[in-house]
């Protein structure tokens, strides 16, 4: 409103303020008070259409209007700059003797209700959930520092023998404990170091394997020892309950199966010879086995 102001821009603004909190009355009434317009206040459906009226009496009339007497508010301009000097939007919570007062962040306007000691909290991603207090003071400059623990974006490809990439689902473990749910293709943020990759598929399942994570948007391929299996059936005059159309692979050791397209090769973890290192294949139509 100060900027149309400096610009000559001669707009009044009237305010009826259903359903708000005391942070939410706050702005709105700074923004009618700043433009030389008035608010009003509802908390029912009566309440509402009398304010609606008020408020356009005083369109007509503003001497005769009746605003909602609040004290006067501030707001809160905040930018968000890295260790590089760089500019990036920044979001999170103020406080006030432990009550929360309402959202604030960088890019916009925060209605503040007095100059005072706030508690900023504000969690970038689920490596970094930070808390500060300090005063502001009304027309300082004041200066939040948080110290953010470093993360980086990693990325994880999975590579068949014969150099297909196939997408799948895996996790970094620390210390014995999951830390990060990771999916090949997609970037995941976490903190560099060293890491075990798990990734535990009925077909090819993999070694935990360690691997190292230390700049930003790299990857990490990661080569699968499986052979390829293809099945298929015999011609439609064998003995079948009904046309097979599906199947379904299964490892005798691992337990469980996993559905497999007919006549295409199938990967699949290598077996050693010995009584419990095989599989078999199980066919099915219209949803059974046959």
């Known amino acids: 409103m100060r900027e149309w102001q400096d610009s000559k821009v ?128 009304e027309g300082e400059h004041t200066e939040l520092v948080f110290e953010l623990i470093t993360t980086i974006h990693f990325y994880v490809r999975y590579t068949l023998p014969n150099g297909d990439q196939i997408r799948r689902g895996s996790e970094l473990w620390l210390d014995g404990e999951k830390v990060y749910s990771v999916f090949s293709g997609n970037p995941t943020r976490v903190r560099p170091g060293v890491y075990e990759l798990r990734s535990d598929d009925q077909n090819t399942p993999l070694t935990p394997t360690q691997i190292e994570i230390r700049t930003d948007g790299e990857t990490t391929e990661v080569l699968l020892d499986a052979d390829f299996v293809k099945i298929s059936y015999g011609p439609p005059e064998q003995d079948y309950v009904g046309t097979p159309d599906r199947a379904w692979l299964e490892s005798i050791d691992r337990g469980n199966s996993k559905y497999a397209n007919l006549n295409k090769a199938i990967p699949a973890a290598p077996v050693s010879r010995g009584p419990k290192a095989q599989r078999h294949a199980a066919a099915g139509h219209c949803g059974k086995g046959a």
């Open 10 to 137: 001669n707009i009044r603004v009237h305010v009826v303020g259903v359903g708000l909190t005391d942070f939410e009355r706050q702005a709105m009434a700074c923004i009618a008070r700043v433009s030389g317009g008035q608010y009003f206040d509802a908390d029912s459906a009566d309440g509402f259409a009398e304010a609606l009226t008020q408020a356009s009496a005083a369109i007509e009339q503003p001497s005769a209007a009746k605003p909602v007497d609040i004290d006067q508010g501030y707001s809160l301009r905040i930018v968000a700059i890295d260790d590089q000097g760089r500019s990036y939007i920044a979001k999170g919570k103020l406080l006030q003797a432990g009550a929360e007062i309402g959202e604030v962040g960088s890019h916009r306007r925060n209605a503040l209700p007095a100059p005072g000691d706030y508690e900023f909290r504000a969690s970038p991603n689920d490596d970094n959930t930070l808390s500060l207090t300090e005063s502001l003071i």
